[in-house]
Each structure stands twice: as C-alpha cells, then as structure tokens.
C-alpha cells in the first residue's frame, strides 16, 4: 500500500528543542549498529502512522506505549521535500529511542535509482544513524506487483537494491536493508500498467517454469531476491481487506487466515492460495533471515457500528499477536500496525484501519498486547548533534 503522496500533503513536525523526552543532561548520541536492533526472541512492535495526522509522541501517549519501529515513506533519489519529512520522522523516533522503516519508492523507476542517488541516500542515513536513529531501508515494496514503477521488472530491481545496499553498507552502518515483495495471492496480478510484456527479457525470467505464460504456478518472489548477502530483512504486508472479492465489505476475518497467509497455505473465503510458496519458510528458516510484517490491519469502512468495528480489528490482532504466531513463527522479528483512516480506491470508499481512532479499540488493542511484542528501547533518548546544512 503506498501513502507517500498522501504524506508529501502536509509536513512532518519535528519535535520542538524543548521535548522533555530530550533532557538537557541526556548522553550523546552513537550508532546503533543493524545487527542490534533484530531482537533474538519476539517482535518488534511497530506504527505505520499518518505523520499529518498526529505526532509520534502523541501516539504513544494515547496507547500507552513507545512503538519500537514507525515507518515513513519517501521518493527516491530524495527530494528536497521528503528530506524535510525524513528528517523531522527521525527527530519524533529519536525521542522515543526508536527505529525508522523508511520505504523508499522510486516513482521516476528504477533508472532514476543512480549510483550518486544511493551515494546522496547513504550520506544521509549516516547521519541519521550518527543522530541516534537505527534506519531500516524497505526498498521498492511489492515489486512482484504490477501497479508500480519498478515492477515486475526482476533484473534491473535486483541490480537497484544490490547497489542501495552496497552503498549503505560502506557508509551507514546503522542502517539495514529489507527486501518486502507483494503477498502471492492474485499474482501475476495481470492488467496492471506496468505487468510484464510476453517476449520480454523480462517476462522470461518471471516464467520460471518455462510453460510460456505467467500464473501462480511461476515463482511469485524468487527472480526478485537480491541475495542472501544485501538482504537483513524480509518482509511481507498482510491486511484483512473483507472475506470475498471484490472486498469492501466489513467482516470479521475467519480464523487462522494470517497464518495460513504467511506460511503460503490459505484456502478459505478468499480464494485457494496454496500455490504460493511457503513465505516464511523460505526466507526465515531457509534464507536465515529476520521476517517482518511492514503492515497489517483490517478493513473497517466506517457505519456508526462501534461493536462490529471492534469486532472486526480485535479478531485480526488477535490472530497476529497471538502466543500461537510466536511459537509457529519464531523469525518474525516485526509487526507495524497500519494506522491511517484514508479513501482507497480499491474499494471505493474511506477505510478506517486504525486502532488509536476510538477509546474503546484503542484500550482493546492495549490490553491485548502480549509480552512478545517488543517496543521501544528503554533509557532517556540521547542528544542529537546540532543540525547541519549537508544533504
């Protein structure tokens, strides 16, 4: 789901230099390094939130906690505009000692993505990282997709991420990169601008089983994999939309259908996805990499009906932060609850997948936090040096 022309609307507030969450005593800053921030057991528990909504801290004090991750979302090569945003997100997730899951989408496609662009990037989330800010990069999401730029375009994506994390790796070290494909079910997703062309290079190396056409039976995420060695984390959205196609309608989720989802073994209400490969076991167990959850959350278009809408969100975190999820899935390391009330247009109406917009949800959601989901790290917030004219 993108949001970043939604974000560019109104910009980002920085946290003013008197926030009491910045003592005047407070240590100075250093580097968290990538490997430190993947905790060794449970989740990370983290907010997908609408900057012009509501600051990060007045968030945190509405649930009653400090979220470990909080994402935001960016054009990339930057623009002076997402420099201004990024950089007042960093200030709100420094205060609360938390890391930053920048999406970066390159709009103007993947050629615009230049060796002086992830250069101009890794200059910048180095000194983000020097402020106190550990960055997750989530680069180019949903690229099995069809509906972006730099979709279902399998080399040139792969020689894109490769040279953002190369970059990365030789000047932020406090800084990490995620490889965050689409959720298989639907795919090749056909009818999208940007779906691959038959006879194309191309459209040849998505047709991994060589039969000439693109199905589900094609491998919906290997010919995008990076490789082992510039992916730290994998990632994976999974929302609730409503139980049939064409969606939109509010429903309360059957039960086990995140985990069926992420595991590549759901059958249900929505279709039969079981040709998609098992998620989580590639990329977690076999890959040996930490699994994410960039964004999750359930469909509500708003009806006045308080008890379904509680309904609704409480039956899906369940399912997510359940004690089950933890024990089946011991590499999901990360869960952002998507935290926006927005039109979306595949349903044609305004959603509601917050869970801070109403006491009674909010205090629900709060309450059923278990002790695996991990949030921001504890201490006083360190002093960020002072600003710089660089970048």
Known sequence: ???????????????????????????????????????????????????????????????????????????LPLSDDDLVNVAAAVDQVRSINGTLLLTLEPSAGLAAVTAEAADELAGQLARYNESGVPVIVR????????????????????????????????????????????????????GGEYQATPGTADFIALDTNGDGVLTIADDPYAPYYPGDDVVDWVGMSLYHWGSVHPWGENEVPESGKFAAQLAGEYNGLGGDDTAAPNFYQTYGVE????????????????????????????????????????????????????????????????????????????????????????????????AAPPATDEG
């Not at 900057?51 to 979220?67: G, I, K, N, V």
């Not at 949903?142 to 790796?169: C, H, I, K």
């Not at 964004?295 to 369940?318: F, H, M, R």
């Open 1 to 75: 789901m993108t949001v970043a022309a939604l974000v560019s609307v109104v910009p980002i507030t920085a946290c003013s230099a008197t926030d009491p969450s910045t003592p005047d005593d407070a240590a100075a800053c250093t580097v968290v390094s990538a490997a430190e921030v993947i905790p060794e057991s449970g989740a990370l528990l983290g907010v997908n939130l609408d900057w012009s909504a509501e600051s990060l801290q007045d968030y945190s004090a509405r649930l009653r906690l400090r979220p470990a991750v909080a994402v935001s979302f960016a054009d």
């Open 287 to 382: 890959h040996g990499k930490p699994v994410a959850i960039p964004e999750t959350a359930a469909l509500v278009i708003p009806n006045g009906d308080a008890a379904l809408e509680l309904s609704i969100k409480q039956a899906w975190w369940q399912q997510v932060f359940s004690d089950e999820i933890a024990t089946q899935f011991p590499q999901l390391h990360m869960i952002n609850w998507f935290e926006w009330n927005k039109f979306e247009s595949e349903v044609g109406a305004n959603v509601d997948w917050t869970i801070a917009g109403s006491d009674t949800v909010r205090e629900a959601f709060s309450s059923d936090i278990p002790s695996w989901a991990i949030t921001a790290r504890s201490g006083t917030p360190c």
């Open 139 to 190: 680069f180019a999401h949903e690229m099995n997709g069809s509906w972006y730029a730099w979709g279902q375009q399998p080399t040139a994506y792969v020689a894109a991420f490769r040279d953002v994390a190369s970059a990365l790796r030789q000047a932020a070290p406090g800084s990490s990169m995620m490889w965050a494909p689409n959720y298989a079910g639907g795919y090749p997703f056909a």
